[in-house]
């Protein structure tokens, strides 16, 4: 057996003592438990865990067990996930008696993975896994390619409703915060239609649509996404500026910024946006004096993400302080990185989590920051930051500031699932370039200093795990 499936095996019971997988996985790899890539290790077992009843019915249905009365059943569980439920179609291993004897049932484990499909009505395995609690499946009419008019005359069959509660099988909801996205319900196939498949639909979150809808950049504007993988804050930000080379979009992860260059061209956006593969915080704000406007929506916990697959990796009580510490961190220098680029007049912060730390005291640390005021960056308010949106900030966090209400209300927050999709929180910084650089003249704003973000990059390599799980679009 492989290391990979060796080492993977003990993953796949659950051990609450020890955390979720996440932190099982890489303290393994740590502490030289394990000798393979703690990544591919994780990707494997949290991917077998959220297919295993089917992977589990497959192998009984073909007598997998029976007839190999040597294979255990945690081994079975990886070979088979890998043989059907992965992108490759393949065990990876050399040739040993135990691929062999998985490999002699190829065609009847194939014929019941068929038979289960068919049995739910979707095309490929991964349609399989419902978005369990998903109450609202959004998705946006990506107008750089067809118009929302297009999209709602190929969705004739469904039956327009005016509220997001009047949703149900058979209708189509238009948001009214965020321009061409609509809410369906999460029954409806909408990944298997024509419209998605040529990138004229994307199929995104409502929370996180925010970023780009509050940026709102113009025609004249020039635009980076700091974090973008997988692409659907760039691709929608291209959407509102289909200028060519207007979006700059920067992404650390190799891997990621693959996908990422894959939903650019799928959404057509190839042009508009210029990929840059490496770490934001290493650019130079000089480079960039075109720049108007950044969205940053870096690293965090998740903790706005539900799901079946989800919430078995992130148990409760698995935010620790000591973690949220470290992300909060790095978020601080990431966004103050976003806040030193010489001619931005506009910088939108968002996560998926749900934790003040993350959320509204990254935006007291900032205030609060020396540099950061004297480059004139305020938080907007809220007449500029969706202003129907009914959540905002946490009040009680900005009780040291002479205006709490007032900062509180320039910021968004969604709830999980009450409102209608995934935990957010967004918040625009904004300056008047002009006048605000005349008023600090011995301030330049380029010198800005971002502490050295690198301590958080072992923290980080484990969250790009989970960012992976996040993506709602192309695949
Ligand atoms: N904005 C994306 C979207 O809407 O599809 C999701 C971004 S995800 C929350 C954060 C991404 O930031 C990850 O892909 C991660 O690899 C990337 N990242 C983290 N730190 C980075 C850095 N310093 N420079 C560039 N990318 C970074």
Excluded at 254 to 264: A, E, N, Q, T
Excluded at 330 to 343: E, G, M, R, T, Y
Aim: hydrophobic fraction near 35%; charge should be negative; include cysteine.
């Amino acid at each position: 057996m492989s290391n990979l499936y060796k080492e993977a095996e003990r993953f796949l019971t659950p051990n609450q003592k020890e955390g979720s997988l996440q932190t099982r996985v890489f303290n393994a790899a740590r502490n030289k438990q394990i000798k393979t890539d703690p990544k591919h290790v994780y990707a494997l077992v949290s991917s077998t865990l959220k297919y295993k009843p089917f992977i589990l019915d497959i192998i009984k249905k073909a007598k997998l067990l029976k007839e190999e009365k040597q294979i255990r059943e945690t081994q079975a569980l990886l070979l088979v996930h890998d043989l059907l439920f992965s992108r490759s179609g393949r065990i990876q291993m050399g040739k040993t008696p135990l691929k062999d004897s998985v490999l002699k049932h190829k065609t009847r484990l194939s014929a019941e993975l068929t038979k289960l499909k068919l049995k739910h009505k979707v095309r490929s395995f991964d349609e399989l896994i419902e978005e369990d609690d998903t109450p609202v499946r959004w998705f946006r009419a990506n107008t750089i390619k067809t118009t929302k008019e297009k999209v709602l005359s190929e969705l004739e069959h469904l039956e327009e409703v005016d509220s997001i509660k009047k949703i149900q099988p058979g209708t189509i909801y238009h948001d009214e915060f965020i321009p061409n996205l609509f809410g369906i319900h999460p029954k409806e196939k909408i990944t298997t239609t024509k419209l998605y498949e040529k990138g004229h639909i994307i199929i995104q979150d409502r929370a996180s649509c925010f970023p780009a809808h509050i940026l709102n950049p113009g025609p004249d504007d020039y635009v980076i996404d700091s974090c973008a993988a997988p692409g659907n804050k760039t691709t929608h930000l291209a959407s509102y500026i289909q200028r060519d080379g207007s979006i700059n979009a920067f992404e650390r992860d190799v891997r990621r910024s693959k996908i990422l260059d894959k939903m650019v061209t799928t959404a057509g956006a190839s042009k508009i946006v210029k990929i840059n593969t490496g770490d934001f915080t290493q650019s130079k704000p000089s480079d960039f004096e075109d720049v108007t406007g950044l969205v940053v929506d870096p690293s965090c916990s998740g903790s706005g993400i539900f799901g079946r697959a989800h919430e078995e990796e992130n148990p409760e009580g698995s935010y620790s302080d000591e973690r949220l510490q470290k992300l909060s961190s790095f978020q601080f220098s990431i966004v103050k990185h976003a806040l030193s680029f010489p001619n931005a007049k506009k910088v939108v912060y968002s996560t998926c989590s749900i934790h003040a730390q993350e959320n509204e005291r990254v935006v007291i640390d900032l205030l609060n920051d020396s540099q950061v005021k004297n480059a004139g960056w305020k938080v907007a308010n809220r007449s500029r930051v969706i202003p129907m949106w009914p959540r905002r900030g946490l009040v009680e966090e900005f009780q040291s500031f002479p205006n709490p209400e007032q900062l509180a209300g320039g910021c968004i927050r969604s709830i999980p699932k009450v409102d209608g999709g995934i935990g957010f929180f967004a918040v625009l910084f904004e300056r008047d370039v002009g006048s605000e650089l005349e008023k600090a003249k011995d301030v330049k704003v380029e010198d800005i200093e971002v502490e050295d973000a690198e301590e958080e990059g072992e923290q980080d390599q484990e969250d790009q795990e989970s960012e992976y799980e996040e993506w709602n679009g192309f695949d």
